[in-house]
């Protein structure tokens, strides 16, 4: 069965010319979104989804429609290729049912490995101009240096409570637990490598 899917863009706020070119291509079955943001808020996109089986075939008027940016697109063709479900664009001639159809998923499986290398080669050129910067992932620290020396020094007089430590410094007890452990560490090298 061929199951036409429609969405509104922006910049086509009518369905018409989607709706004649779906109905024209043979579709059996066609459903529509309104123009919406995120996928969560395209019922139809999820309708369809359900609705279509293995054999069946999604026809859309131009890629674009069925998924909003390449990432999601590729996520979707390969939902529907692990499925065993057709996709036809019509616009761009795409046809995964024909003689070239796994050649095109194919195409599209090499697109999201490629997409998810680049995120990944980003993610890492950033981490590490950040170093450069001097900036370290992860939250800031809680308590700076001096903060740190002056909690260890109470803590080990034991003069007060954890609890009351922990309310005067604005901490968990983790935190403090960890910055002791931290300093206690420190301490240990800075004497071992003492002579």
Not at 22 to 43: N, V
Not at 102 to 114: D, G, K, V, Y
Not at 149 to 175: E, M
Request: charged share 25%; net charge positive.
């Amino acid at each position: 069965m061929q199951i036409g899917y429609a969405r509104m863009s922006v910049d086509d706020q009518k369905l018409a010319l989607q709706l004649a070119a779906l109905k024209k291509a043979g579709c059996e079955k066609i459903i529509t979104d309104p123009l919406g943001g995120a996928r969560a808020e395209y019922p139809g996109l999820h309708q369809l989804l359900k609705l279509a089986g293995e054999g069946d075939t999604v026809v859309v008027w131009r890629l674009d429609r069925l998924g909003r940016s390449l990432k999601n697109l590729i996520e979707l063709v390969n939902q529907l290729a692990a499925g065993g479900i057709g996709l036809i664009s019509l616009q761009e001639s795409i046809n995964t049912s024909s003689e070239n159809g796994p050649l095109i998923f194919h195409l599209f499986a090499q697109l999201a490995e490629f997409e998810q290398n680049l995120m990944r080669e980003r993610t890492q050129a950033g981490l590490n101009a950040a170093r450069v910067r001097g900036r370290l992932g992860g939250r800031p620290e809680a308590l700076d240096k001096e903060q740190q020396a002056r909690l260890y020094q109470i803590y080990s007089k034991a003069d007060l409570t954890v609890d009351a430590i922990c309310q005067q410094f604005r901490i968990s007890k983790p935190t403090l637990y960890r910055y002791v452990e931290q300093i206690r560490r420190n301490k240990n090298k800075e004497r071992s490598h003492v002579y």
